[in-house]
């Protein structure tokens, strides 16, 4: 099993930045993608950002030019760099570990990003 652990969520301006930080620890598979996706109430949860064991990037349209993700191996944790909020972009932020071989995802308990002024 693996426990993901988020931070960096909360209240920003329009216009403003956040990072989102999400950890993995346990059992983890070498051969994995990280990333984050986000939902509204009463929506379907939607790929926002991910990274592949390779460093294989894939964002969404709607952030591109203003997120950016990363990863380091070596700590077992992505980053969601997020420029430029939007209003559009208020969310549950929820990270995932994808293994690439089997393709078993596990989700992190999600963080709120909420951009108001």
């Known amino acids: 099993q693996v426990q993901l652990v988020e931070s960096g969520g909360g209240l920003v301006q329009p216009g403003g930045s956040l990072r989102l930080s999400c950890a993995a620890s346990?059992?983890?598979?070498?051969?994995?993608?990280m990333g984050w996706y986000r939902q509204a109430p009463g929506t379907q949860r939607e790929l926002v950002a991910d990274?592949?064991?390779?460093?294989?990037?894939h964002l969404a349209d709607s952030v591109k030019g203003r997120f950016t993700i990363s990863r380091d191996n070596a700590k077992n944790t992505v980053y969601l760099q997020m420029n430029s909020l939007k209003p559009e972009d208020t969310d549950v932020y929820y990270c995932?570990?994808?293994?690439?071989?089997?393709?078993?995802?596990?989700w992190g308990q999600g963080t709120q990003v909420t951009v108001s002024a």
């Open positions: 346990g059992s983890i598979f070498s051969i994995n993608t």
């Open positions: 990274i592949s064991s390779v460093g294989s990037r």
């Open positions: 995932h570990i994808r293994n690439e071989i089997s393709s078993v995802r596990q």
